[in-house]
């Protein structure tokens, strides 16, 4: 699953059992809150390179800004109600199967539509994306937040959009790699695996808001704590 906050906005999408928070850059400045473990000087270059910062005072209150987001994103991954309420997505097997097809590439877009207004009918589903709507609703200058499936559905988003319900499992802010891949099918003849670890995204233009921007994700364990095959969600802010 992932997070997202962008312009300063945040995405977020949730996975079966780990879950990542992204926040993304809108026009030129993007405002990060995020959860981050590993923040470092590299990570901070990286995203001020991408995003042409000029000059040593901006770049430092940038790079300010930047960490106090990626340390929110984190936090807010780690919630226990938002952890529960995502566990509760696989205890009901006909929402499971509803969400396994989703996740399918040759789905036509008219079985989707159908399968996505079925999705939103499940109290779970309804259970997690107010739960995200809680967590969310008091940061400052966010755009938006969404987590994403372990297989990157779509699953909430503050605000709502009609991206709740699409696979964006060929994302850089899911799978942590340098750029995007073409599409779902592209990224599932890579085998690439999910992202692990909390990560800024190279920049891409938002499908929502149609402006370039950055993402911060952050995975979170599934809270059973005996699950032998542990799946991982995504909060993500942009």
Same mark, same amino acid.
């Given at each position: 699953?992932?997070?997202?906050?962008?312009?300063?906005?945040?995405?977020?999408?949730?996975?079966?059992?780990?879950?990542?928070?992204?926040?993304?850059?809108?026009?030129?400045?993007?405002?990060?809150?995020?959860?981050?473990?590993?923040?470092?000087?590299?990570?901070?270059?990286?995203?001020?390179? *991408?995003?042409? !910062? *000029?000059?040593? /005072?901006?770049?430092?209150?940038?790079?300010?800004?930047?960490?106090?987001?990626?340390?929110?994103? $984190?936090?807010? *991954?780690?919630?226990?109600?938002? &952890? &529960?309420?995502?566990?509760?997505?696989?205890?009901?097997?006909?929402?499971?199967?509803?969400?396994?097809?989703?996740?399918?590439?040759?789905?036509?877009?008219?079985?989707?539509?159908?399968?996505?207004?079925?999705?939103?009918?499940?109290?779970?589903? $309804?259970?997690?994306?107010?739960?995200?709507?809680?967590?969310?609703?008091?940061?400052? &200058?966010?755009?938006?937040?969404?987590?994403?499936? $372990?297989?990157?559905?779509?699953?909430?988003?503050?605000? !709502?959009?009609?991206?709740?319900?699409?696979?964006?499992?060929?994302?850089?802010?899911?799978?942590?790699?340098?750029?995007?891949?073409?599409?779902?099918? *592209?990224?599932?003849?890579?085998? &690439? @695996?999910?992202?692990?670890?909390?990560?800024?995204? @190279? /920049? !891409?233009?938002?499908?929502?808001?149609?402006?370039?921007?950055?993402?911060? /994700?952050?995975?979170? /364990?599934?809270?059973? $704590?005996?699950?032998?095959?542990?799946?991982?969600?995504?909060?993500?802010?942009?």
């Amino acid at each position: 699953w992932r997070w997202c906050v962008g312009n300063p906005s945040i995405p977020v999408m949730y996975a079966t059992l780990a879950l990542i928070l992204l926040a993304d850059y809108v026009g030129g400045w993007i405002w990060f809150r995020a959860a981050y473990r590993e923040t470092d000087q590299a990570l901070t270059r990286r995203s001020l390179t *991408a995003l042409n !910062f *000029a000059g040593d /005072s901006v770049a430092r209150t940038a790079a300010r800004e930047l960490e106090e987001r990626m340390l929110l994103v $984190e936090k807010l *991954a780690v919630a226990p109600q938002l &952890r &529960r309420a995502l566990a509760d997505l696989e205890s009901n097997p006909a929402l499971v199967q509803t969400l396994d097809e989703l996740n399918d590439p040759q789905l036509s877009v008219e079985r989707r539509d159908v399968l996505r207004e079925e999705m939103l009918t499940f109290p779970a589903i $309804e259970k997690v994306q107010k739960q995200l709507e809680f967590l969310a609703q008091s940061r400052n &200058r966010v755009f938006g937040w969404f987590i994403l499936q $372990e297989q990157g559905l779509q699953v909430a988003r503050m605000p !709502f959009n009609t991206t709740v319900g699409q696979n964006y499992a060929w994302r850089a802010y899911f799978h942590g790699g340098e750029k995007d891949d073409a599409d779902l099918n *592209a990224y599932l003849a890579s085998r &690439r @695996p999910r992202l692990d670890r909390t990560a800024i995204s @190279p /920049s !891409f233009l938002s499908q929502v808001t149609n402006r370039w921007v950055i993402t911060i /994700s952050a995975p979170i /364990s599934d809270i059973v $704590e005996d699950a032998k095959d542990r799946k991982s969600t995504r909060l993500n802010s942009s």
